[in-house]
């Protein structure tokens, strides 16, 4: 089963696109694929314009069955959606036994009914970051093109392995996606060269790049996916590539690619 949370300390990084997107793009390879917004801000939530039964904090402090929250998005596409209840939920579980293990414990029985569970989680360090860091192991940095950016990844190593030492669970920064990159600007090369830097400390993989798309901020708008906007836009197929990439590195033999993507994979280190 895939499981990655999508995160960065740092906002404004497209954490939230990657995860929508990365998301269509497995399901559209055919694998059932659950999206949990863990983000207080319901950011999730917001972009998709959805307006679900119940929420996160309903499944996981009042214990609503999973098939009661979800809400379908796409073909095998289920999104369980957050809003501000997810903060006094953060709160409850913070009196719990385990409480790092409570996503673990809560979505087990859940697990046979999806391929892959992709997490998007507020841009700051939290206890919600810890139980998505605990229950999918595998962590996907977003980096946009701003020395901040590059920062804010840092600092999510530093929490993936603090996190994964505090409770003995082997925990991945999986890969860095630079993202909403722009060649023309001159920012671009020297925050690129950064990232390239953090690659080698931590022996962490960079994909290929983002580029920026107006179709991104479209979709945003029209509250949509990229991919029922513009199924040839250049960000999509370039999400398809880092899709591919993500699977390579997991190890996993993915389904057939779809007909767009275009993309090389993994950069040159």
Same mark, same amino acid.
């Given at each position: ?7 960065? &300390? ?14 269509? #793009? ?11 917004? +863990?983000?207080? =801000?319901? +950011? ?24 009661? #929250? ?26 719990m036994?385990? !409480?790092?293990?409570?996503? =673990?414990?809560?979505f ?15 841009? +700051? ?5 810890? #139980?998505?860091?605990?229950?999918c &192991? ?12 590059? +920062?804010? *990844? ?17 925990? !991945?920064?999986?890969? @860095?996606l630079?993202?909403i990159?722009?060649? !023309? ?11 390239? $830097?953090?690659? &080698? ?6 994909l290929?790049?983002? !580029?920026?798309? $107006?179709v ?12 029922d ?6 960000? @999509? ?7 591919s ?7 996993? =033999? ?7 993507? $275009?993309? &090389?994979?993994?950069? *040159?280190?």
């Amino acid at each position: 089963m895939i499981k990655l949370m999508i995160g960065n &300390q740092k906002g404004g990084v497209g954490k939230t696109t990657t995860a929508i997107t990365m998301a269509r #793009c497995l399901a559209d390879r055919g694998l059932r694929t659950l999206l949990i917004d +863990s983000d207080p =801000q319901g +950011s999730v939530t917001v972009t998709l314009r959805m307006k679900p039964e119940a929420y996160l904090a309903d499944f996981i402090v009042n214990q609503l069955r999973l098939p009661d #929250c979800i809400v379908a998005a796409a073909p095998n596409l289920h999104v369980l959606c957050g809003n501000r209840e997810t903060t006094a939920m953060e709160q409850r579980i913070f009196t719990m036994y385990g !409480r790092e293990h409570v996503f =673990q414990n809560a979505f087990r029985i859940y697990e046979g009914s999806y391929d892959a569970v992709i997490v998007d989680v507020a841009p +700051s360090i939290s206890l919600l970051q810890a #139980c998505s860091m605990v229950f999918c &192991q595998n962590v996907l940095i977003p980096i946009s093109m701003d020395t901040l950016s590059v +920062s804010g *990844a840092g600092a999510t190593i530093f929490s993936a392995k603090t996190i994964g030492d505090s409770v003995r669970v082997p925990i !991945r920064p999986l890969a @860095l996606l630079p993202t909403i990159v722009n060649r !023309r600007y001159g920012l671009t090369d020297v925050v690129m060269k950064m990232i390239e $830097q953090l690659s &080698q400390t931590y022996d962490i993989p960079v994909l290929n790049a983002i !580029r920026t798309d $107006q179709v991104i901020g479209k979709a945003a708008r029209l509250h949509r996916m990229v991919v029922d906007v513009d199924d040839k836009a250049k960000a @999509l197929e370039d999400y398809e590539a880092a899709t591919s990439s993500i699977l390579e590195l997991l190890g996993i =033999q993915g389904p057939a690619q779809p007909e767009q993507e $275009q993309g &090389q994979g993994v950069a *040159a280190q």
